[in-house]
Each structure stands twice: as structure tokens, then as C-alpha cells.
């Protein structure tokens, strides 16, 4: 009984963990990364409409991968809002040097290390506009913004940054991007609370294991900081390094 229950763990082990992190750092790898902080393209990519030309009020989550090697692993979340008729998008962030928590330091859709940004999750219109003062207030609040606080790996990063925002304006429904490590870094030691889109619970002790299960996100194991799932509401599965993969 023992040997067939480490059997089914080394299966496991490899099929779900070694391989897709084998796979994401072959392609990172052969994609290559700048040297340096210097080197890298932080420039905007043109992704979002000029907010001045964008009258309705907005709400962006984006993303883009990490830097370095670290972007085999994870991916780098950060927020946008834009009250309806304002001139520009705020852009709301955590990083790893100085006061952890930033507004506006980079272009609002610029690259992150050169990475190529995307959307993870936007609101537009009335709905957004609501949400706007509430996502502002969750962003000067945060828990670990001492600097100091930042923990690449498990957390707190800025992955548990944009998360945190979510679990506490849960009307925004933001699912994040399932290589997002951080993520689920509910605080040190056993903690419990809401996936992140606020459509579900889940359990973890200091980032290193844990689980969720929720109507948006489906059911996840959390395992150093890596996420393996099921997602129904995408018919997807959530592999490490390699993130969703379904058929929407």
C-alpha cells in the first residue's frame, strides 16, 4: 500500500510539476531575457486605449511574466483605474526595492521586463465606477507595505498584492492568472479565506501548501507556490510554469 501510494506521488510529482516547469523554462529559456534591470524594455505597448479617448470609467488587472529566470515560474500583476472622463489610468503595483507599494511608476500597459503585458480581467462603465474609490482605498491599506515586507517566494509579493485587492472588493469577480505565485499568500502560518475572485474559499499554510475551490477559479492545489487545478467554468487545467490551458 505504501509503494503504490509513493508510486502515484512521484507519478503525480512528475506529470503535473517537473514537466510543465521543464517545459515553460525550455521555451523561456530559448526566448531569452535581458541582463539587466537597464537592458529591459519597460516602454508602453500600446495595448490600452488612451484614457482620454476612453470616456466610461475602467478597471484593468494585466499582467505580464516575471523577470529573468523568475519568469519560468510566475508572472507580474498590477492594476489599473480610470474614473469615467479622467486623463489618465492609475496604476497601482507592489515591487521588490524601496516602499513596496508604488502609483504610477511605469507606463499604465508597459512591459515588465520586457515581457509583453495582457488582460487578465477588466470592468468598464457604471459598474466599475462604483468600484473605483473601494479598489483605492484597498490599495493604500495594504498589509505588508512596509518596506522590507516583500518576499519573492512564497509571498507577500505582487501577486499577493493584486490579490489582496480582489479578496477585499470581491464585486470585481477577478480571476488571476493561475501562474500568479503569491497569489494564495494568505499570511504566515494557517490561514484560511476567499479565492481571490470572491466566488469561493480556500486554506493555506504560509504559501507553501494549500488548496482552494470556487465557482470562477474550480478547484486548485496550491503547492510551493505553484498552482495545479481544474477549472470547469473554462473547461481548463492549471499547470505550473505553463498556466491555463483549455479550450476557451
Known sequence: MFRRLVKFLSAFAVLLIVLPIAAGA?????????????????SS??????????????????????????????VHHWLLVKPAGAARYDRFEVVGWGTPVRRNAYAPDGRWYSSEPYIVHEMHGTGAEAL??????????????TPGEYVVWPGPNSNTFVASIARK??????ELDAVGVGK?????GLQTGV?????????SYSGYIGAGISRREGI?????????????DDLAIKLPALGKIGLR
Do not use: C
Open 132 to 145: 473605483i474609490p473601494k479598489i483605492v482605498d484597498a490599495a493604500r491599506s495594504y498589509e505588508w507595505s
Open 169 to 174: 472588493v470581491p464585486e470585481l469577480g477577478a
Open 45 to 74: 505597448s500600446g495595448l490600452l486605449p488612451e484614457a482620454a479617448s476612453d470616456e466610461p470609467a475602467a478597471i484593468y488587472i494585466m499582467a505580464a511574466r516575471s523577470g529573468r529566470w523568475k519568469g519560468i515560474f510566475a
Open 195 to 203: 479565492m481571490p475572485s470572491g466566488t469561493g474559499f480556500q486554506v
Open 26 to 42: 525550455a521555451y523561456s529559456y530559448a526566448k531569452g531575457w535581458p541582463n539587466s534591470w537597464h537592458s529591459a524594455d519597460w
Open 220 to 232: 486548485e492545489l496550491h503547492f510551493l507556490g505553484a498552482t495545479i487545478g481544474v477549472d470547469f
Open 184 to 188: 494564495d499568500w494568505l499570511g504566515p
